[in-house]
């Protein structure tokens, strides 16, 4: 899926958190979006996602030469963040089947074989509120690396995640990478350096929290 922004600006009351920005996310790339804390790399996210409306400026979303409206990309996106919950009160395996009902996953990969790589075949029975946050943030990533999306969106995707846990993260996310775009958020450069482009929300007048 190809994103192009034209002229893109968000503003919360009177702050405006980034401005004029121009840019087109080429299908198939993967572009880190970078900027300390509070510079408003979440906010971009969503922004592009078509999560929330921007205030200034145009987003064209192309997918197969065909352009989509707005209100037909979240089937098309994949999108893992701290700030989106799971739903605590259902087992693994429950949360599985009701979470791919919206989000199928990628063809050739089971719901018992998605346990099996996020290693929780002993937790498929257990609430999902009883996992740890390792295990919780190992869950948000497979379902979004591994759903069967042009669009993916990751922001701070090792929070929580162990030395382990960060080498699973690599490892999967390469290997789904192919023929998606692909939005990374981050500070952190080990969990964005497979991407080939950068964009710095400081780069629009974004400034960080203070
Ligand atoms: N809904 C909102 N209403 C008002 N201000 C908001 C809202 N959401 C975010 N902000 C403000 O927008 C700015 C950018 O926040 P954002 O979460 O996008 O930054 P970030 O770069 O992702 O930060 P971090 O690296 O800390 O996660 C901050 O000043 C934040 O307080």
Same mark, same amino acid.
């Given at each position: 899926?190809?994103? #192009? !922004?034209?002229?893109?600006? /968000?503003?919360?009351?009177?702050?405006?958190?980034?401005?004029?920005?121009?840019?087109?996310?080429? +299908?198939g790339?993967?572009?880190? @979006?970078?900027?300390?804390?509070? !510079?408003?790399? +979440?906010?971009?996210?969503?922004?592009?996602s078509?999560?929330?409306?921007?205030? *200034?400026?145009?987003?064209?979303?192309?997918? /197969?030469?065909?352009?989509v409206?707005? #209100?037909?990309?979240p089937?098309?996106? =994949?999108?893992?963040?701290?700030?989106?919950?799971?739903?605590?009160?259902?087992?693994?395996t429950?949360?599985?089947h009701?979470?791919? $009902?919206? /989000?199928?996953?990628?063809?050739? @990969?089971?719901?018992?074989?998605? @346990?099996?790589?996020?290693?929780?075949?002993? +937790?498929?029975? /257990?609430?999902?509120?009883? &996992?740890?946050?390792?295990?919780?943030?190992?869950?948000?990533l497979?379902?979004a690396?591994?759903?069967?999306?042009?669009?993916?969106?990751? *922001?701070?995707?090792?929070?929580?995640? *162990?030395?382990?846990?960060? =080498?699973?993260?690599l490892?999967?996310?390469?290997?789904?990478?192919?023929?998606?775009?692909?939005? %990374?958020?981050?500070?952190?450069?080990?969990?964005?350096? &497979?991407?080939?482009?950068?964009?710095? %929300?400081? *780069? &629009?007048?974004? $400034?960080?929290?203070?």
């Amino acid at each position: 899926m190809q994103i #192009e !922004a034209t002229g893109l600006g /968000k503003r919360y009351a009177r702050e405006w958190i980034f401005r004029g920005l121009t840019h087109t996310f080429q +299908s198939g790339s993967a572009t880190a @979006i970078l900027g300390p804390n509070g !510079a408003g790399k +979440s906010t971009l996210l969503n922004t592009l996602s078509g999560q929330q409306l921007p205030t *200034d400026g145009t987003l064209v979303y192309q997918h /197969k030469s065909q352009t989509v409206p707005v #209100e037909e990309v979240p089937p098309l996106l =994949a999108y893992a963040a701290p700030y989106l919950e799971l739903i605590e009160e259902l087992t693994l395996t429950e949360l599985l089947h009701f979470h791919t $009902r919206f /989000k199928p996953l990628r063809p050739g @990969i089971t719901q018992q074989q998605l @346990i099996e790589l996020m290693y929780l075949e002993k +937790s498929r029975h /257990k609430l999902v509120r009883d &996992f740890s946050s390792g295990m919780k943030q190992r869950l948000k990533l497979a379902l979004a690396l591994y759903a069967d999306t042009p669009l993916l969106l990751l *922001d701070e995707p090792t929070t929580n995640l *162990d030395r382990a846990g960060v =080498a699973w993260y690599l490892e999967h996310v390469r290997a789904t990478l192919e023929g998606r775009t692909v939005l %990374v958020s981050s500070n952190v450069p080990e969990e964005y350096n &497979f991407c080939t482009e950068q964009l710095n %929300v400081t *780069d &629009f007048g974004a $400034r960080a929290a203070r």
